[in-house]
């Protein structure tokens, strides 16, 4: 999962589902339509596809990305990002 969130305060507000991405995903840029692009963060959860290998990012966080993909409402918008503590802040 790539999870777009404001640098500023940590707020989740967009995401790309899945475990596994392509380069073409990771440049992709989403945006709340009131931050610049600079202000924008992008944390992945999960593998990345490079070269045919697959490196891993996060993966310690697999646990709450299995949260997100189950059917219970819980939801990365619910959540903000600590980025110096590497952790999920529940709203």
């Given amino acids: 999962m790539i999870l777009f969130y404001n640098k500023d ?4 507000f967009a995401t790309i589902d899945g475990r596994v991405h392509d380069a073409k ?3 992709a840029h ?8 600079s ?7 999960g593998w990345i596809e490079k070269n045919g290998q697959r ?7 697999i646990e ?3 949260r997100f993909e189950d059917i219970t409402p819980e939801s990365p918008l619910d959540y903000k990002i600590d980025i110096e503590k590497n952790d999920f802040i529940k709203k």
């Fill in 25 to 27: 995903q990771l440049e």
């Fill in 64 to 66: 709450i990305l299995e």
């Fill in 30 to 37: 989403i945006s709340d339509g009131s931050l610049p692009v």
């Fill in 39 to 45: 202000k924008i963060g992008k944390y992945v959860i």
């Fill in 9 to 12: 305060n940590g707020e989740i």
């Fill in 55 to 61: 490196i891993a990012y996060n993966l310690h966080q």
